[in-house]
């Protein structure tokens, strides 16, 4: 992890001094599970509502407003949410006419509702003292109940779009099968796998692939099911995907179920060994008694890459420095 002498990745956790460890067992960033809670919050507090007022920021690189702000805000007021729909780690609200707001969540992207818990994770957390809204608003609005809710991005890698049809253009129109609402068929998973001359994690990370997975739930399938990160896709075999099949499935079905509540999941997920007693450290220890839990062959492999000081670290997930900000 960034922290590390070992690992100068610049994707990887920013180390925030001063975090408690419960902080620090947050989420790094928004995947399926978050971007769900998100939704299911949206849907049971906001759907049937009118918007009465809206504040789109003045944030060019975050709002792509083509008409201008004033015209999004205009476009909104009046408008019932009908439904809060989601795709990945994209979300949008359905109203009773479009357009339609998308969210495209990023790094570091939030739904806040006043009043309302939902899932935070560690790079969105607001405090809770600010005001409100907050001053990493990107979206405001108030409902004809006097409900409001806001989507922040601290890190402005997110997006907030204005779309007619989200889901027939990009970002939502590229990207593959949603790994909650849409999974594969084992007999699909295996066959496309078979064909894919990349890194399984790489492979995982990448959106038009399955849509939804991020860093922490690829780590996790990846270790549930003894697959390393780095082995190509297609030489994994038909006992290795089938299992890696049932990791995504369980893992990200769990993690939605408990509103992505990491306090809530499994006491033996790697999750929670992720970051260590300190900021940016991996648990050592932890992961070296899981690691010699493995099968020969696999340890063999692992301690072969363990010696170059690039992988020193890596302990099944440090790798794949992709683009975080996402799709």
Not at 123 to 140: C, G, I, L, Q, T
Not at 216 to 222: G, P, Q, S
């Amino acid at each position: 992890h960034r922290g590390s002498p070992c690992c100068p990745c610049p994707c990887l956790p920013d180390t925030d001094a001063g975090q408690d460890s419960g902080e620090r067992e947050r989420a790094e960033m928004p995947e399926l599970p978050e971007v769900e809670a998100a939704r299911r919050a949206l849907e049971a507090h906001c759907v049937g509502r009118r918007i009465t007022r809206c504040a789109v920021a003045d944030d060019p690189k975050v709002v792509v407003a083509a008409a201008g702000r004033v015209t999004f805000e205009r476009a909104m007021v009046g408008r019932t949410i009908v439904a809060a729909r989601r795709r990945g780690k994209n979300l949008w609200l359905r109203l009773d006419a479009p357009p339609f707001p998308s969210f495209q969540f990023g790094m570091a992207g939030a739904i806040y509702i006043k009043g309302v818990a939902v899932t935070k994770y560690k790079r969105s957390a607001v405090n809770s003292e600010d005001e409100w809204p907050s001053k990493y608003s990107k979206f405001f609005v108030e409902l004809d109940d006097g409900l409001e809710f806001s989507f922040t991005d601290k890190r402005r890698f997110a997006r907030v779009r204005l779309f007619d049809d989200p889901e027939t253009v990009p970002p939502i129109s590229e990207l593959g099968p949603d790994a909650l609402f849409e999974p594969m068929s084992v007999d699909n998973f295996v066959d496309s796998l078979s064909r894919k001359k990349i890194g399984i994690k790489a492979l995982l990370l990448d959106q038009s692939f399955i849509s939804g997975i991020g860093n922490w739930i690829a780590d996790e399938v990846l270790y549930q099911s003894k697959i390393h990160p780095l082995q190509i896709a297609s030489s994994l075999t038909r006992e290795s995907c089938e299992a890696l099949h049932q990791s995504i499935q369980e893992v990200v079905t769990y993690a939605v179920d408990v509103d992505a509540n990491c306090d809530r999941f499994p006491v033996e997920w790697l999750f929670h060994h992720r970051w260590g007693k300190k900021p940016g450290k991996v648990d050592g220890e932890f992961l070296k008694e899981k690691i010699d839990s493995l099968e020969h062959g696999h340890i063999h492999y692992l301690r072969k890459l363990a010696t170059d000081r690039t992988h020193r670290n890596f302990a099944f997930h440090k790798m794949n420095c992709g683009n975080y900000a996402g799709k």
